[in-house]
């Protein structure tokens, strides 16, 4: 039964929480984006003096890696990687479109053969998204799409699709079609935790000195 601290700073929500196996012990959450940084490294101090544990006693770090705010996402990597490298843990890397889908497989009520399409607001008409079968397989991977009428065309001419997200209710404005379903769903630190004790037991660790957020995007700097 792996202990997990898990690290989310992807949105304007972060979490921070400990887990052992599916179980979430003990979190913590901030709603302002611009304290994040500040958050995460008091948030983990005060989780751990609750629970009566030390940072050696984790048997790995999680962070979501992307797609998200390209600042939340640095704050996030740059804590877990400090955090292995000191004290010689494994690094898991959530997707943090996994991790919407996830949350979407426990909240609504799927039928076998609908495809699953998170969206992740990138402003305007663009968005974060990826398609996902029911056994969580990528038909189509994560990346930047400008959304139009014809977006998912190919697929939602044979296939039942449900949209959610952030970004999802844009595509919903502009979209005709039967084959389409939409719905409101979020993640929350039990699923952060059960995609991250997923990966654990698959030893899907990361290399921690190659590891970097997945903006998808290039960051442009001025």
């Not at 990597?77 to 996830?102: D, F, H, Q, S």
Request: aromatic share 8%.
């Amino acid at each position: 039964m792996p202990f997990i601290l898990h690290i989310d700073t992807a949105f304007d929500l972060a979490t921070v929480c400990l887990s052992i196996d599916e179980q979430v012990l003990a979190k913590k959450e901030n709603r302002v984006q611009n304290d994040h940084a500040s958050f995460v490294h008091n948030a983990i101090k005060q989780l751990m003096e609750q629970e009566q544990k030390v940072l050696k006693d984790i048997d790995a770090v999680a962070v979501t890696a992307g797609p998200g705010s390209y600042t939340g996402l640095r704050v996030g990597m740059a804590t877990a990687k400090g955090l292995c490298y000191a004290l010689t843990k494994p690094l898991l890397i959530l997707n943090t479109l996994e991790v919407l889908t996830r949350a979407a497989i426990e909240n609504e009520d799927i039928s076998p053969g609908v495809l699953m399409c998170p969206m992740i607001d990138a402003r305007r008409m663009e968005v974060y998204t990826a398609l996902y079968n029911p056994q969580m397989s990528a038909v189509l991977s994560p990346c930047a799409m400008i959304l139009d009428q014809l977006s998912f065309k190919e697929w939602l001419d044979s296939n039942t699709i449900l949209f959610f997200g952030n970004g999802s209710d844009k595509f919903k404005s502009i979209l005709d079609n039967t084959n389409a379903r939409f719905a409101m769903v979020s993640y929350n630190a039990k699923h952060l935790v059960h995609v991250a004790n997923n990966a654990y037991h698959k030893n899907q660790f990361a290399n921690l000195a190659y590891a970097e957020p997945l903006y998808i995007k290039e960051v442009y700097t001025k």
